[in-house]
């Protein structure tokens, strides 16, 4: 496995790579790698002949300025993961290389973009779009991998690659959890022993939901959820809204769409948790 920080040296091992003929994969990060990281790296080593992972801490998607100073940088400890995983190439470019320029592009995803992560984080998906388009034109792969974790990201790519018809096939990949039932996150090593302990009632209570679906209208079910985890001193619910899958916007009956998803961000003290369940 390579490890290169420029956009130059990342070019010249991807033309190697397609006159070998390889099929490109690559897999997005911004390090602080946990196993569901390594569950979309495997994949993109299985689907393609040469997987490259960015490990990049992209500044223009934080809106909070503490949240990316605070954000782990691990690149040693990632590369041995990524290493045993199968990775071929790793892209770990400074703030200047992907940025020689300051990006001012502005992308317009209609309403997809304006609600829950959209809504409490300003900004957070142009600078998604800006780095994600970024990495797409440098990496050139012909398959990309998401996590499902981040169900609202995954629809802005999706349009993203759209818009820009990209030639890009975008691959979702299931929710990584814990035994606990704990969404995996680069997050989770904020919370204390405590905190960790409680954390997995977030998937426990969306799961509950679920079977409720059955006898109990969406505002019910919204309106059960957020108490159920408001009156847990640990956490502090910031939104959970049942969402069309596609359009990302609230339903208010279950029959209005197929495809049913609870999304919620939930602070388990000072650490925003987010994490999704399809009701279909
Ligand atoms: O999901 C992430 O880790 C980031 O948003 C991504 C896609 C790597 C862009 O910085």
Redesign the pocket.
């Known amino acids: 496995m390579r490890v290169v920080t420029t956009v130059a040296d990342l070019r010249k091992a991807i033309n190697q790579a397609r006159e070998e003929g390889k099929k490109i994969g690559f897999v ?3 390090g602080a790698l946990h196993n569901g ?1 390594i569950q979309l790296v495997k994949r993109c080593v299985a689907e393609n002949e040469f997987a490259v992972v ?1 490990v ?3 500044p223009t ?1 934080f809106n909070d300025k503490n949240d990316l100073l605070k954000y782990p940088r691990t690149l040693e400890a990632d590369c041995k993961l990524l290493e045993e995983a199968g990775c071929n190439l790793v892209f770990a470019p400074t703030v200047d290389e992907v940025y020689p320029e300051e990006d001012t592009r502005l992308f317009d995803f209609g309403q997809l973009d304006k609600v829950m992560e959209g809504e409490f984080r300003p900004g957070h998906f142009n ?2 779009a800006q ?2 388009s970024k ?1 797409f034109d440098m990496v050139t792969p012909d398959n990309a991998y ?2 499902e974790k ?1 169900f609202q ?1 995954l629809a802005i ?1 999706r349009q993203m690659v759209k818009q820009l018809n990209s030639p890009v096939e975008i691959h979702p990949c299931p929710i990584v959890r814990e035994e606990s039932g704990l969404a995996m996150s ?1 997050r989770n090593t904020r919370l204390t022993p405590e905190q960790l302990a409680e954390a997995p009632k977030i998937y426990q209570t969306l799961l509950a939901s679920k079977a409720m679906k059955e006898t109990k209208s969406v505002s019910e079910v919204k309106a059960w959820v957020i108490n159920e985890l408001n009156k847990n001193e640990f956490f502090r619910v910031e939104y959970f809204d049942i969402v069309d899958g596609l359009t990302l916007q609230s339903l208010n009956n279950w029959s209005e769409s197929g495809y049913a998803v609870g999304c919620i961000a939930v602070f388990c003290g000072e650490v925003r948790l987010i994490d999704n369940i399809i009701y279909g």
Do not use: E, K, W
């Open positions: 997005p990060t911004m990281h960015s990049f801490v992209n998607q600078g998604v780095v994600v990495l998401f996590g981040d990201q790519i680069s």
